[in-house]
């Protein structure tokens, strides 16, 4: 089963804000320990350009602006961990859960996390990096307003799932205004930690 072959692999939810550098440390982290770097964001895009039958139903869900089931969106991650079972040392699942019920879910039908790192930088810094990016990244929500409000929009969303994983003692915060050296000693000083 699916379990089994998870059983000993570490699980780390990843959870930070559009522009705390999130997506940098998993990088980091994926050279120095080996581990598989999981984002849904990237799945579903992968999935969609496939052409697979599972991507035509997405794609048609995400044109109607719709979001995708969450039971699909587990599949994907279960495959797609399953798949690299044999070769990974853990993994990070970036961006997930959500909510509370995703995490949940994600304990039912795949396994539950060792770790959530909480990449957390100020509201300042991430509008600040998010601006910069901007300059270059040609990106249309790159703009104050709109930051402001995915920033909102993220911190409403994170802070029940930070706190019901806080009950069991398994967060991590790491303190994201630093440069990327700092932040990565941070997280290695916890993943060293783990048995």
């Known amino acids: 089963s699916s379990a089994e072959k998870l059983k000993n692999h570490k699980i780390i939810f990843v959870v930070g804000g559009p522009g705390s550098g999130k997506g940098t440390q998993c990088e980091r982290i994926v050279q120095k320990y080996g581990y598989t770097h999981l984002s849904t964001g990237d799945l579903l895009r992968a999935e969609v350009s496939s052409g697979s039958d599972r991507g035509k139903k997405l794609s048609a869900i995400m044109e109607k602006g719709e979001l995708v089931p969450l039971d699909t969106v587990l599949d994907m991650l279960r495959d797609a961990m399953v798949a690299k079972a044999g ?10 859960p959500r909510e509370v019920k995703q995490g949940e879910e994600f304990e039912k039908k795949i396994a539950p996390p060792s770790l959530l790192l909480y990449v957390d930088a ?7 990096r998010l601006l910069k990016r901007g300059e270059t990244s040609g990106r249309v929500d790159d703009n104050e307003e709109t930051i402001k409000k ?8 994170t802070e029940p799932v930070i706190a019901f994983y806080e009950k069991r003692g398994i967060v991590r915060k790491l303190n994201a205004e630093g440069s990327v050296d700092e932040v990565f000693q941070q997280v290695c000083k916890h993943l060293d930690a783990l048995k």
């Open 87 to 96: 070769s990974s040392k853990g993994y990070l699942i970036d961006g997930y």
């Open 122 to 128: 100020g509201k300042e810094t991430m509008v600040k």
């Open 150 to 157: 995915r920033l909102d929009t993220y911190y409403k969303a």
